[in-house]
């Protein structure tokens, strides 16, 4: 799977967990397809070294979709975690 492939997983993965994980988030929707993205090269990468489960050169591969998925809600937890709302911290 291409450079393009893997993001439009990201994108995908970072819907998919934005559902999972509802609420505000401070970057809105531009903040969290980046963080989805990011969240597939993430999940994908930690799968392949702390797992030993190679990327699968597909597009629908179940491990893939899964890590990336995966990978997505930890970067926006952690996002949120940082950052948080921003508005409310503004008086």
Do not use: C, E
């Not at 392949?48 to 937890?77: C, E, K, N, Y």
């Amino acid at each position: 799977m291409g450079i393009i492939g893997w993001i439009l997983l990201g994108l995908i993965a970072g819907a998919i967990a934005k559902i999972l994980l509802p609420g505000r988030d401070p970057g809105g929707l531009v903040g969290t397809t980046l963080i989805g993205i990011a969240g597939a090269f993430v999940g994908g990468w930690l799968s392949m070294h702390f797992l030993h489960r190679p990327v699968q050169h597909t597009f629908f591969d179940a491990r893939s979709w899964g890590s990336a998925i995966v990978g997505s809600l930890v970067l926006l937890i952690l996002y949120r975690i940082f950052f948080g709302n921003s508005r409310s911290r503004r008086g």
